[in-house]
């Protein structure tokens, strides 16, 4: 079976502080591929990654970071120095043929 | 932007009465899904489809209905609206290569049912 597992479901920081949303995933498919969506307080969905199985070098895009390890089932979300635009609930999803799994989600509060 | 409409953007309706909720997309996108958000469940696929009259049920598909006569519309129908459907409704598409395709999201649904 499928599943994704966000086990944090609510985070609170302090502006400028790290921190890292933790994705935990099942699948028996040997190719797939995992996202990671952000829902600011507006409500919308926004796309922030996608990340194919055979690829595990970690990727960076200016604060934010995806650390993917296969033999541990994870795809670890960091934001390196928080800011308060940040807050929102993030969504760790897995493809499974052409539909997506999605966890229940990060909420990420971050304080001035 | 992904070109994804929905309307309508918000909804409020009585116990078994039908509702319609209509996504509409102007890129020619192949595949289309509807999901619901609830606190603590996350995103729910309900139904998707992946061509014109072509349409398959999600994991909580029970007490919905969808059709695609054109391309560009997907319309989710609950015929006789429940309490429990009380949800936020995304609608969203395929877009990309094949075997790297993402979906994206449209700006969603919020309906209530009393």
């Known amino acids: 079976a499928q599943k994704v597992t966000q086990a944090q479901t609510e985070i609170s920081v302090v502006e400028k502080e790290d921190v890292t949303l933790d994705c935990v995933y099942e699948?028996?498919?040997?190719?797939?591929?995992l996202f990671w969506y952000k829902q600011p307080p507006s409500g919308e969905l926004v796309f922030l990654i996608r990340?194919?199985?055979?690829?595990?070098q970690n990727e960076i895009s200016g604060r934010y970071s995806w650390n993917f390890q296969k033999s541990t089932s994870s795809f670890n979300f960091t934001i390196t120095a928080s800011q308060v635009v940040d807050s929102a609930v993030y969504f760790c999803?897995?493809?499974?043929?052409?539909?997506?799994?999605f966890g229940t989600g990060t909420r990420l509060q971050v304080f001035p | 932007d992904a070109g994804i409409t929905q309307s309508p953007r918000h909804k409020v309706t009585e116990t078994g009465t039908p509702v319609t909720l209509r996504c509409h997309q102007t890129e020619n996108h192949r595949y289309m899904y509807w999901y619901r958000q609830d606190p603590g469940h996350g995103l729910r696929l309900i139904h998707y489809s992946y061509g014109v009259k072509d349409t398959d049920k999600g994991e909580v598909s029970d007490g919905y209905s969808v059709s695609r006569s054109k391309t560009e519309d997907f319309l989710l129908t609950l015929e006789s609206a429940t309490s429990s459907q009380t949800s936020v409704y995304f609608c969203a598409i395929t877009s990309g290569r094949a075997g790297e395709d993402t979906q994206y999201f449209g700006p969603g649904t919020r309906l209530t049912v009393l």
């Open positions: 990340r194919n199985s055979f690829d595990e």
């Open positions: 999803a897995l493809r499974h043929t052409d539909k997506l799994i």
């Open positions: 699948t028996r498919d040997t190719t797939y591929y």
